[in-house]
């Protein structure tokens, strides 16, 4: 079984700074893409930033330019580093991963989920 454990997030003000990290752990697998999205109560999920094996990132407009990705395959860990942060970054953000190993179908996981609040 493969988890997905987040960390970081919390409360800044505007123009501040903030780091979500995200690591999956189990056993005999693989971490293909994985990235971070985020969501606001009564909306849908919308994707933040992708990272694939290679490193290769894709990000949403909204944030390019301001958060960067990065990833530690030999860790299986993500990171998101948010910078001039503004009150509509305020969500709850997920970490993402698309998983395959022995035993295991290639399948989306998800983390719990990192309150990330941006004051005005």
């Known amino acids: 079984q493969v988890q997905l454990v987040e960390s970081g997030g919390g409360l800044v003000q505007f123009g501040g700074s903030l780091r979500l990290s995200c690591t999956a752990s189990?056993?005999?697998?693989?971490?293909?893409?994985m990235g971070w999205y985020r969501q606001v109560l009564g909306k849908q999920r919308e994707l933040v930033a992708t990272?694939?094996?290679?490193?290769?990132?894709n990000y949403a407009d909204s944030v390019k330019g301001r958060f960067t990705i990065a990833r530690d395959n030999a860790k299986n860990t993500i990171s998101l580093e948010m910078n001039s942060l503004k009150p509509e970054d305020t969500a709850v953000y997920y970490c993402?991963?698309?998983?395959?190993?022995?035993?295991?179908?290639?399948?989306?996981?998800w983390g719990q989920g990192r309150q990330v609040t941006v004051s005005s």
């Open positions: 993402k991963a698309n998983i395959e190993g022995a035993g295991i179908p290639r399948t989306d996981y």
């Open positions: 189990g056993s005999a697998f693989i971490a293909n893409t």
């Open positions: 990272i694939t094996r290679g490193a290769l990132t």
